[in-house]
């Protein structure tokens, strides 16, 4: 039989069915620039946990996931950002870097400038990287696809056959504890794209480099909310492929057009600072843009990223709205909160759009019933 092949994106250092442009922050004390510069240009944002003086988490990140991020085929070229504190040697990691993908560039904030026309001068010069390196297009020399599951599906082997006939390699992982953490180290692997048949208790995911598929189970959770899964459980073969090779003709996948994509860190803020009235929190990092995107909207609310303590949060802000999927481990913490605070679960707003309605809702009426603006 003979086998079409699958064009992508050419890219100077491989071929990928994306083209993304990626935008890295080298650590903490870099991530303030990197949001500005964001306002600035339409690039793929990835902020960083690691302090500056980590040099062994700054070593370990450079040489292993910033590396998988920059030579990833999906990726078409990184800006890196770095505040000039760090303590790792900029210029040997950019040149081992550039080993890997030529279209690399980064900026130090400190030298010899102001932050502002450091963000001046990094947006500007994301721009002239992002137009030099605008991919044409070339067949896929090794298309290969993570098929993940936590247990394995029937007819697995029989899949795996039908992709081969396509011209696609399935490489198969399985979950462990059912941790959502686990798809972004598949991406990482240099995948082109994910097929996961989502554990029971899970709310389906994406990622930032390789776009994900993901197919229901047959649970009553899942059950709740499946028009946010791209394919359901009784799915046929032929209908998996049909999809797969969509994605792989540049069809986007669910997570892809709602951003349903965790981040890659997220930097702790245990004590957080209350600047608005209503406080958001995500206790699922899947909602992590979708919140962004309420906070962008909304004068009156203020996205805090990471862990937080619901209770002393409740107790600085006039509400506090609490995103959930509604699976049984984040249920379990929400036990005794205060009477300011409100979980909203995707599990009973029906989906994904469900939930920013039933956000949006909430914080209009708590808007026009204040007193005071908020």
């Given at each position: ?233 009784s799915a046929s073969i032929s209908d998996i492929v049909n999809e797969i090779l969509g994605v792989f003709n540049r069809i986007r996948t669910f997570s892809e057009y709602t951003k349903s994509v965790p981040p890659l860190a997220i930097e702790s803020k245990t004590v957080p600072s209350i ?100």
């Open positions: 039989m003979h086998v079409h092949p699958l064009i992508g994106y050419k890219h100077q250092h491989g071929v990928g069915i994306r083209s993304v442009n990626l935008l890295i922050s080298l650590s903490t004390c870099a991530n303030h620039a990197v949001e500005e510069i964001a306002k600035n240009v339409d690039i793929t944002v990835i902020s960083s946990a690691i302090a500056a003086t980590d040099s062994d988490s700054l070593a370990a990140f450079s040489e292993s996931t910033l590396t998988s991020l920059i030579s990833h085929p999906n990726t078409s070229c990184a800006r890196i950002v770095a505040a000039g504190c760090e303590e790792i040697r900029i210029p040997n990691l950019m040149a081992h870097l550039r080993e890997v993908n030529p279209a690399v560039e980064y900026l130090v904030v400190s030298e010899g400038r102001s932050e502002a026309s450091a963000i001046s001068l990094a947006s500007n010069g994301a721009t002239d990287l992002i137009t030099q390196s605008l991919p044409g297009l070339g067949e896929i020399p090794k298309p290969k696809i993570v098929i993940g599951f936590s247990k394995e599906p029937p007819n697995l082997a029989s899949l795996v056959e039908a992709l081969k006939v396509v011209g696609i390699e399935s490489e198969l992982h399985e979950y462990f504890n059912e941790e959502m953490d686990v798809i972004l180290d598949w991406a990482l692997s240099g995948a082109h794209a994910i097929l996961s048949f989502t554990p029971p208790s899970l709310y389906p995911v994406g990622t930032l480099l390789s776009p994900v598929i993901n197919i229901a189970s047959d649970s009553e959770f899942h059950s709740k909310f499946l028009e946010d899964f791209d394919l359901i459980s600047s608005k009235p209503i406080a958001l929190i995500a206790l699922n990092a899947v909602f992590h843009n979708l919140a962004l995107d309420l906070q962008r909207n909304f004068d009156s609310v203020q996205y805090l990223p990471g862990q937080v303590d619901v209770a002393q949060v409740a107790g600085k802000a006039q509400m506090v709205i609490v995103l959930s999927t509604g699976n049984s481990t984040e249920v379990l913490t929400l036990k005794s909160f205060p009477v300011n605070v409100l979980v909203v679960a995707l599990s009973e707003a029906g989906s994904l759009g469900g939930l920013v309605a039933a956000i949006s809702k909430i914080v209009i009426d708590a808007n026009r019933n204040s007193r005071e603006p908020l």
